[in-house]
């Protein structure tokens, strides 16, 4: 059983680095929690499988290819956590060894390029409730981290991120800003198509995983309108 004061200090040691410069406590958060399960990058990711989606923090380029991936296709081991609100794991044992058959729509997609990795993903829950999902990747021999400590510094993670309140999203800057733009390109094509929110992003996300590319690429296609979706009796649902 992991020692949670263990973990509280180191937690908290390693959270206060670049506090003096600003760095944003989420950030921070996120960078500790990596640091303190052993991981070799990680990513916290709030309402994962919800259209308000936003990813808070990603240490590195690696780390934001798990969670981009995992957005296009709307599965994986970030998605179930975030669903059944237990911990999840995706192991790539080496490259053309195949993906997970729990997540088929992973296959095809550059997760591949990363192996071999393990993918460890741990949820948020606050209360009864699960806000989001702390995702931890580990490269090399050792790539278990020990359980007891995921689920403390997952807690004292999201506890933080309560406490603090919830920060004024800037439309300009930084996740929330791209997520806006999705939120923005999704009612464009529920205005263009007169469908659900649900399947405007349905939409959105199915015409990034068939051109490999992210949600938030895509989006700004249709903001350009550089991508727009019609409908017709006899072809049914493009876009062009």
Partial sequence: MADLDDVRTRMRRSAAHGADRGVPLPIRLCRAATQVLHGDGGAVTLAYTEPERVTLCTTDAAALAIE??????????????FRSGHYTRLDLP???????????MLDGEGLT?????????????????????LTVYRRGAETEIDLGE???????????????????PDPRNGPWSERAEVHRATGMVVFQLHVPEDE?????????????????????QVLSRGLTFTSSRDRGIEST
Avoid at 150 to 168: H, K, W, Y
């Fill in 200 to 220: 405007a992003l349905a939409l959105i996300r199915a015409h990034a995983y068939a051109h490999e590319q992210s949600v938030e690429r895509t989006a700004r």
């Fill in 150 to 168: 995921a689920e403390a510094v997952a807690r004292l993670l999201i506890a933080a991120l309560v406490a603090e309140g919830p920060a004024e």
């Fill in 68 to 81: 981009q991936v995992q957005d296009v296709v709307g599965q994986g081991p970030g998605a179930e956590a």
């Fill in 113 to 133: 390029d990363l192996a071999p990795v393990t993918v460890h993903a741990v949820p948020l829950v606050h209360g009864d409730v699960v806000l989001g999902v």
């Fill in 94 to 104: 080496g490259p053309g060894t195949g993906l997970d058959p729990r997540w088929p």
